[in-house]
């Protein structure tokens, strides 16, 4: 139940265990305006009902929410981790060395959206609330809290990962240090057309995208994309046995969600979800699936599998047909997912994302803060490098260079 803090601010602290302890309306007054769509009440619902992010898998929900009066003017979605799987963002590292040096590294608090490697975390602050001075002083409160309880209850770090980018600047105004990492993004280019999307590429990668959707054409399966209520019901529970089999295949203990996780997505989360559907005639169940989730102008690429072994079903599933669509609806950006360095070959640079991190064990930032900035650098270069081998025809800008100038031109709040 809420647990109150007393402060001397006009503001009240609570920590609560379960999502549900928060009306969904009133969490989504907060969450609706972010870009990303993984911090809603209905996405952290799910993914706590279905028994996919609960205290026995490892992530025991630690919300803290800001109250003036009775009104909820901000939260930080958090968990209590006592591993590092499910994060896509690798500190095992770290872990064995604070083992290694006499520290407990977990529990760790930890702030992103459960088993969701896509770009976007950030406090929940009411939109009504626009005075610079006043957003500051509420992230203050939560910092604050924050860095309380985690000293009170002997925890060795606090985390944030796939932060939004023009946030970084503020933690790091507040002395997080930041780890840079990288995922593939897809930017539309004001394409009016598929065939738009091909002429940025030079002659030979054009090439290999029209062989590869040929492939598809030529084994008899035709891509089709269903939305909000077009989806057919029996696709919510075959997308679960397509990523368990892509899990069980390709990703060994990386099955973080259970039946019931994408069942419930029909109830709660359908009005977002877009499934790419690779069919052969007369057949209902589909060869192939992947689905997106779509936010206003972006959208998220999640799980996808096969029935059958088709050529370059993957690619039309999980990135040309999506990229076609996208284009169709004035999507502005498409992240297709963690991992996988052919994605550059399709259109998708490398881009820069971030996890922000404070130690509350001296010995452990004295050692991996430099270790970080090292980490940085290399990580910089790895991105410049990778992005010299994009198939296009001409020099793009790259999301990575309008996301850090939109950082860069942030105000430190």
């Known amino acids: 139940m809420f647990k109150s803090i007393k402060s001397p601010s006009p503001y009240t602290k609570t920590w609560i265990s379960s999502i549900t302890q928060v009306d969904s309306t009133v969490w989504n007054y907060l969450a609706k305006p972010l870009l990303t769509p993984f911090l809603e009440w209905e996405w952290l619902w799910n993914l706590e009902d279905s028994g996919c992010a609960i205290a026995q898998e490892g992530w025991l929900a630690n919300h803290l929410l800001l109250w003036r009066g009775q009104k909820l003017v901000a939260a930080a979605p958090l968990y209590l981790k006592g591993h590092s799987y499910g994060e896509f963002v690798f500190d095992h590292q770290w872990a064995d060395l604070a083992r290694r040096i006499g520290i407990d590294y977990y529990p760790k608090l930890l702030g992103m959206a459960p088993f969701t490697p896509a770009a976007g975390y950030r406090f929940l602050i009411d939109p009504d609330i626009t005075e610079l001075s006043e957003i500051k002083n509420i992230t203050d409160e939560l910092i604050l809290e924050i860095d309380r309880f985690?000293?009170?209850?002997?925890?060795?770090?606090?985390?944030?990962?796939?932060v939004d980018p023009t946030w970084k600047h503020e933690l790091e105004s507040r002395g997080y240090s930041a780890w840079m990492h990288h995922s593939y993004i897809w930017e539309n280019q004001n394409f009016q057309s598929f065939d738009d999307y091909l002429k940025s590429f030079d002659s030979n990668q054009r090439r290999n995208i029209k062989r590869e959707r040929k492939a598809v054409t030529n084994a008899n399966v035709?891509?089709?994309?269903?939305?909000?209520?077009?989806?057919?019901?029996?696709?919510?529970?075959?997308?679960?046995?397509?990523?368990?089999?892509?899990?069980?295949?390709?990703?060994?203990?990386?099955?973080?969600?259970?039946?019931?996780?994408?069942?419930?997505?029909?109830?709660?989360?359908?009005?977002?979800?877009v499934f790419t559907a690779g069919e052969v005639e007369d057949n209902p169940v589909p060869v192939g699936m992947a689905f997106c989730i779509r936010k206003g102008e972006n959208l998220y690429g999640r799980y996808w599998g096969a029935a059958q072994d088709v050529d370059s079903l993957h690619f039309d599933a999980c990135y040309y047909t999506p990229i076609d669509w996208a284009i169709a609806e004035g999507i502005k950006t498409f992240d297709p997912g963690a991992g996988g360095q052919h994605k550059k070959r399709r259109g998708f640079p490398a881009t820069p994302n971030y996890s922000l991190h404070r130690f509350y064990r001296p010995r452990l930032g004295q050692i991996l803060i430099p270790h970080i900035q090292e980490v940085n650098e290399y990580e910089q270069r790895q991105i410049e490098a990778l992005n010299q081998e994009l198939p296009f025809s001409f020099e793009q800008p790259t999301l990575a260079n309008i996301l850090e100038d939109k950082g860069q031109q942030s105000k430190i709040c």
Request: proline letters at 2%.
């Open 150 to 162: 985690c000293d009170r209850h002997k925890i060795s770090g606090a985390h944030f990962l796939f």
């Open 222 to 273: 035709a891509m089709k994309v269903y939305t909000g209520e077009q989806i057919p019901h029996h696709f919510y529970s075959y997308m679960y046995d397509l990523y368990s089999d892509t899990c069980d295949k390709f990703w060994g203990g990386s099955k973080y969600l259970n039946r019931k996780f994408f069942e419930q997505l029909r109830t709660c989360f359908s009005d977002r979800l």
